[in-house]
């Protein structure tokens, strides 16, 4: 395929959209196989196409596809009513504390059939998809027993045999303390959490291991032993580290070694320089800072200070982020943190792959997988600066349009 006279945003380094203007793509099977400008299109290219293999774009953008590194997207029930309690002065916290948030979603989580779970995860996976999200990140969490955490990584794996989308699996066990364990969070961690993390990997539904490292869940302690699991069994791990409080999830997702500490509200100067050392990407979630009307922001400056690189994520679940837009959480990023729109544009390409571990998705290189968007747009800029505007038109998954 060929396609030219467009306007390409490579993103070939963090300084720049890398735009070249009257430009031309050429793709091989699933790959970038050359880009450059019109004038310079390989003979090979120019003269072995058939009409139906050269698409002109008439001069739209073309941007890499983009990356949702960071969803709770399989889950069971929502949590209106509890959106409607916070209205009322509730606390994040204070609804957690007395028998809501993370655990109301685990009732309905495990009562959900498998084929239930996929059919309402797909919902959310074309709203996505439709916004040109190409490779998704999906958490386990709301099982908090071994065979719901087992269910929700089975559907997590089925939502790519469904949609032409790539899904990225992180165990999530160490989410939130079930209420049979209420009190005992060490005997939750050493009795469920790490046995349905052996029992997942052995059963191959594991990318990454997560946790959720906070006042109201886990501390560095005990989420130090599921990461030693973690590290046994050959397995990246990230970390939701210093949301609501600072408790040293970030210093810990750093001694780690960790893919991403994400949320990061509360973070350090010396957090950033910590993260920095160790190659751990921030993930920045607007969505659930807007949500819970948090009031701390992550500290940008920073993380651009001491070079961190910065994802950016819908965080889409249903208690804090009930977010299924992309783009939205793009203009989040900006508007929210004054984060510019290229760190939101590399935030949900090259940034959010690195989140994810994986080294040739999210910019515009020749030999790089050929996930890409086609937008009807004049800058890049356009992708953030939108509210509730979807300029997609047309998508490119794995080198097809």
């Not at 071994?146 to 165990?171: D, G, N």
Request: charge should be negative; hydrophobic fraction near 45%.
């Amino acid at each position: 395929m060929l396609l030219t006279n467009a306007q390409l945003v490579t993103l070939r380094d963090n300084d720049s959209f890398g735009l070249i203007q009257n430009g031309a793509l050429a793709l091989e099977e699933d790959r970038i196989a050359w880009v450059g400008s019109m004038q310079d299109i390989p003979d090979v290219w120019r003269a072995g196409q058939t009409s139906d293999q050269v698409h002109d774009l008439g001069g739209r953008l073309i941007t890499p596809a983009l990356i949702d590194c960071h969803t709770h997207i399989v889950f069971g029930g929502n949590r209106a009513a509890e959106f409607e309690q916070r209205l009322n002065g509730a606390t994040y916290e204070q609804i957690a504390q007395s028998g809501g948030g993370i655990v109301s979603t685990v009732t309905a989580t495990r009562a959900a059939p498998q084929d239930a779970l996929l059919v309402d995860a797909l919902t959310r996976v074309d709203a996505l998809i439709a916004e040109g999200v190409t490779l998704i990140e999906v958490k386990s969490g709301y099982g908090l027993d071994r065979e719901t955490e087992l269910k929700m990584l089975r559907v997590a794996r089925q939502i790519a045999q469904h949609r032409p989308i790539e899904v990225r699996t992180s165990f999530l066990g160490a989410h939130a303390v079930p209420a049979d364990f209420t009190g005992r969070p060490d005997a939750y961690i050493d009795e469920v959490c790490i046995p349905a993390l052996r029992a997942a990997h052995a059963e191959g539904l594991v990318d990454a291991v997560d946790g959720f490292c906070e006042g109201i869940a886990f501390d560095t302690v005990q989420i130090s032993r599921v990461f030693d699991v973690a590290r046994a069994l050959g397995l990246p791990v990230k970390l939701h580290a210093e949301q609501l409080s600072h408790i040293g999830g970030t210093q810990l997702a750093a001694r780690y070694g960790a893919l991403s500490a994400d949320h990061v509200e509360y973070a350090t100067d010396q957090d950033a320089r910590a993260m920095a050392r160790a190659g751990t990407v921030a993930v920045i979630l607007p969505g659930a800072f807007y949500t819970i009307r948090e009031t701390q922001a992550p500290p940008l400056q920073a993380f651009r200070e001491h070079g961190v690189p910065m994802a950016l994520a819908t965080d889409c679940n249903p208690g804090s982020s009930p977010l299924s837009s992309a783009l939205l959480a793009m203009n989040m990023g900006c508007t929210l943190f004054r984060m510019t729109p290229l760190e939101a544009l590399l935030g949900m390409t090259a940034h959010a792959a690195k989140a994810l571990g994986l080294a040739t998705r999210g910019r515009i290189i020749a030999g790089w997988q050929a996930d890409l968007c086609i937008w009807d747009a004049a800058h890049p800029a356009e992708l953030a600066y939108r509210i509730g505007f979807n300029p997609l038109h047309s998508r490119i998954f794995k080198g097809s349009l």
